[in-house]
């Protein structure tokens, strides 16, 4: 696990493209296929547990329209949730993480799997995963948060 938190820096609030109260949206910056973003909590949360009732509601129906969104920009009918606790669930940043990816057809190889790829630890060594440049990443993030209402 990472032990300083990425979503916790104060610069990191620059590469939000949504808020919604105290949850943000980020494009990720080594995307598994265009579009790619992350629903997080403002405050540093480990667990969804960690979360109130409340909390949690306003999480999830962030989540929803943050994935609305994302759909109606990437032109998808299709998207893939994934939240993972733990190590063992291949959570690799110790902070509550909603990661949303739409889909469309033929969008990954015959027998590759996004959530494989998912797995894999962001390294620019590792030839699984893109990492973004920091220009590519500015002008994604940028792009969203124009066009999010």
């Avoid at 329209?65 to 920009?73: I, P, S, W």
């Avoid at 033929?106 to 030839?127: A, F, I």
Wanted: glycine letters at 6%.
């Amino acid at each position: 696990m990472i032990t300083i938190c990425p979503f916790c820096k104060p610069d990191s609030h620059a590469s939000v493209f949504a808020f919604s109260g105290d949850i943000k949206a980020m494009y990720n910056l080594s995307p598994i296929l265009p579009g790619h973003s992350l629903v997080i909590p403002m405050k540093h949360v480990n667990s969804l547990f960690d979360l109130n009732e409340e909390e949690i509601s306003a999480f999830f129906s962030f989540a929803r329209k943050v994935t609305a969104f994302l759909c109606e920009v990437y032109e998808s009918d299709a998207y893939d949730w994934s939240l993972q606790e733990g190590t063992e669930a291949g959570q690799s940043i110790e902070h509550l993480h909603l990661h949303i990816i739409p889909r469309k057809p033929g969008d990954l190889p015959d027998g590759e799997d996004w959530y494989g790829k998912l797995q894999h630890s962001v390294d620019p060594q590792n030839k699984e995963r893109i990492v973004l440049s920091e220009s590519e990443y500015n002008d994604i993030t940028m792009y969203l948060k124009g066009l999010w209402k």
